[in-house]
């Protein structure tokens, strides 16, 4: 499935072909398991080179797409 939103993207070779942040090698699927685990959002920007803005971003363009489609999320 290729996905390309502003803050999420597919690449076939990148990161398996899963979903990741735009731009980055950090997969739309560890974002969602570090929030899980209690991480905050500007704590995931403090531990990487993404802004939190970049992470929000994501958050709200998943939220789209699973609210607006039948979409599946594949991770």
Same mark, same amino acid.
């Given at each position: ?11 076939? +070779?990148?990161?398996? *072909?899963?979903?990741?942040?735009? %731009? ?7 974002? $969602?398991? @570090? ?11 403090? +531990?990487?080179?993404? *802004?939190?803005?970049?992470?929000? %971003? ?7 797409? $699973?609210? @607006? ?7």
């Amino acid at each position: 499935m290729n996905i390309n939103t502003d803050h999420i993207w597919t690449e076939v +070779g990148r990161c398996g *072909g899963k979903p990741c942040i735009r %731009g980055h090698r950090f997969t739309v699927a560890q974002m $969602l398991a @570090e929030l899980a685990q209690g991480c905050t959002v500007g704590e995931l920007a403090a +531990g990487s080179e993404i *802004g939190q803005n970049k992470f929000v %971003g994501a958050l709200h363009d998943l939220g789209t797409l $699973l609210n @607006e489609s039948e979409w599946v999320a594949p991770f």
